[in-house]
């Protein structure tokens, strides 16, 4: 089972290259959780969903329907108009 790797990135926006472009470092447990460029005490990049990413499912799932209805439509309106004539 290989452990998967903590992203990181360096605080040191100011002095470090790595930091200043917001790279992100991989270290795998074990590993001493420092910058290799200037040393500085990595902060841990939390994981999480993008409110964009978010945004693009619903998106998708809103589309699939008015597409599904578009599709159905034909079909769904000779169901009501023989639903009136009865
Ligand atoms: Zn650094």
Redesign the pocket.
Known sequence: MASRPIVFK???YQ?????YRGED?EVFPGMVEV??????V?QEVKKQTPAYVAYLINLTIVAAFAGALWLAWPWLSALLTTAQRR
């Open positions: 360096c605080p040191n002095d470090c290259l790595t930091g470092i910058c290799p460029e200037c040393g500085s990595l």
